[in-house]
C-alpha cells in the first residue's frame, strides 16, 4: 500500500479547493456598483412557463426477526422552493452573479461595468422547479438602479436613472 506523503496532500486539497472556490463570480471586479430592488411574489412562481415536474418513488427495504421484506413506499414529505435570480449574457447564464431571492423585498448592490447589458433568468428549486427569462438591461448612469418586479403578470424591469437603456 502507498503512502500520500503530508505536503502532497495540502497541495492537492488546495488545488482542489482554488478549483471549487474561484469559479464563482460576484459582478465586475472594478464594475460600477448597482443596486437591485427585487420584488418577489409567489404567483410569479406558479405562473413560471418553464415549469419541470418531478415524479418521485420510494423503495424500503425492513429488516426484522421475521426476515427481510422489500415493497414500494407512499410517504407525504416537505421540500421548501428556493429561487435564485441569475444574471449573465443569454437566458438561464449565472456567468455575471446568483442571487438568492426572499419572498417579498430583497435589495443588494452588485459591481457591473458600464455599457455591459446583462441578461437575467429567475429560477426556482426545491418543491417548484423551473425558470423564466426576467429580461434584460444595459448598465449606464453614474449610480443605476435596477427595479425588478416579479409577480403573477411575469417580470417588469426598469433602470434608473431615466435615459438609461432598459
Given at each position: ?67 427481510l421484506r422489500a415493497g414500494p413506499t407512499l410517504g407525504i414529505g ?24 426572499s419572498w417579498g423585498a430583497n435589495r443588494f448592490v452588485v459591481p ?55
Amino acid at each position: 500500500m502507498r503512502c500520500i506523503r503530508p505536503s502532497r496532500l495540502a497541495l492537492l486539497a488546495l488545488c482542489l479547493c482554488a478549483v471549487g472556490c474561484g469559479s464563482r463570480r460576484y459582478g465586475d471586479p472594478d464594475g460600477t456598483p448597482v443596486t437591485f430592488d427585487v420584488q418577489l411574489d409567489r404567483e410569479f412562481v406558479r405562473s413560471m412557463r418553464n415549469r419541470q415536474g418531478r415524479v418521485r418513488m420510494g423503495m424500503e427495504v425492513r429488516g426484522g426477526s421475521g426476515g427481510l421484506r422489500a415493497g414500494p413506499t407512499l410517504g407525504i414529505g416537505f421540500t421548501s422552493t428556493k429561487i435564485h435570480l441569475l444574471a449573465g449574457q443569454h437566458v438561464g447564464s449565472s456567468r455575471l452573479f446568483q442571487q438568492e431571492l426572499s419572498w417579498g423585498a430583497n435589495r443588494f448592490v452588485v459591481p457591473i461595468n458600464q455599457g455591459r447589458t446583462v441578461v437575467f433568468t429567475v429560477e426556482a428549486t426545491g418543491a417548484r422547479s423551473g425558470w423564466e427569462g426576467a429580461g434584460e438591461v444595459t448598465i449606464a448612469g453614474d449610480h443605476p438602479l435596477i427595479k425588478l418586479d416579479l409577480d403573477g403578470d411575469g417580470a417588469n424591469i426598469a433602470l434608473s436613472p431615466e435615459g438609461a437603456a432598459p
